[in-house]
T-cell receptor
Framework: KAGVTQTPRYLIKTRGQQVTLSCSPISGHRSVSWYQQTPGQGLQFLFEYFSETQRNKGNFPGRFSGRQFSNSRSEMNVSTLELGDSALYLC?????????????FGPGTRLLVL | AQSVTQLDSHVSVSEGTPVLLRCNYSSSYSPSLFWYVQHPNKGLQLLLKYTSAATLVKGINGFEAEFKKSETSFHLTKPSAHMSDAAEYFCVVSELGSSASKIIFGSGTRLSIRP
């Protein structure tokens, strides 16, 4: 089975712009979660989607949004970028998102905001 | 409230010596516990997980962890370190929230291996 894929792998944007990141989960996985990883804050949960519905949300401003398509692929959007949004954005998929399930992570998208 | 504390931000050991990465958690219910590893510029890979079965869990690459409810700990160990073990390690607790799983990552422990 192919693993979780994320595109693009690297991205450079300027303040005020917006960005869309994409995640394709493992085939058959219906839960997709997004995380932000920074040196200062570590790994923080952004949101989780299941069957095209946002089921869980972390403590991030409304500039961060996402969606999931019928094929379980997910996109994450950040509007009005700030310097502090520079981070590695990780996507993870699991079968249904239950607590005991393993999450499989993609390689991440590294976003640099100038 | 749910939380995870990795007691060491950096651990350095010599190749061939034992590894101990410490993790304490708090959880309102019966949690699932995980250890993930992240090599530089890579995503996270599951090492092992505890989901209320055997308290001693064996994972990949010779790692194992023991769930101790009385101590609320889930320390990661390996008998003999290898150079390829140098990476960042994350302890994770997951439990069922009101409508979905709640997942908390520890702050990570960077493991360095001395030749």
């Amino acid at each position: 089975k192919a693993g979780v894929t994320q595109t693009p792998r690297y991205l450079i944007k300027t303040r005020g712009q917006q960005v869309t990141l994409s995640c394709s989960p493992i085939s058959g996985h219906r839960s997709v979660s997004w995380y932000q990883q920074t040196p200062g804050q570590g790994l923080q949960f952004l949101f989780e989607y299941f069957s095209e519905t946002q089921r869980n949300k972390g403590n991030f401003p409304g500039r961060f949004s996402g969606r999931q398509f019928s094929n379980s692929r997910s996109e994450m959007n950040v509007s009005t970028l700030e310097l502090g949004d520079s981070a590695l954005y990780l996507c993870a998929s699991s079968l249904t998102g239950r607590p005991q399930e393993t999450q499989y992570f993609g390689p991440g998208t590294r976003l640099l905001v100038l | 409230a749910q939380s995870v504390t990795q007691l060491d931000s950096h651990v350095s050991v010599s190749e061939g010596t034992p590894v101990l990465l410490r993790c304490n958690y708090s959880s309102s219910y019966s949690p699932s516990l995980f250890w993930y590893v992240q090599h530089p510029n890579k995503g996270l890979q599951l090492l092992l997980k505890y989901t209320s079965a055997a308290t001693l869990v064996k994972g990949i690459n010779g790692f194992e962890a023991e769930f101790k409810k009385s101590e609320t700990s889930f320390h990661l160990t390996k008998p003999s370190a290898h150079m390829s073990d140098a990476a960042e390690y994350f302890c994770v607790v997951s439990e069922l929230g009101s409508s979905a799983s709640k997942i908390i990552f520890g702050s990570g422990t960077r493991l360095s291996i001395r030749p």
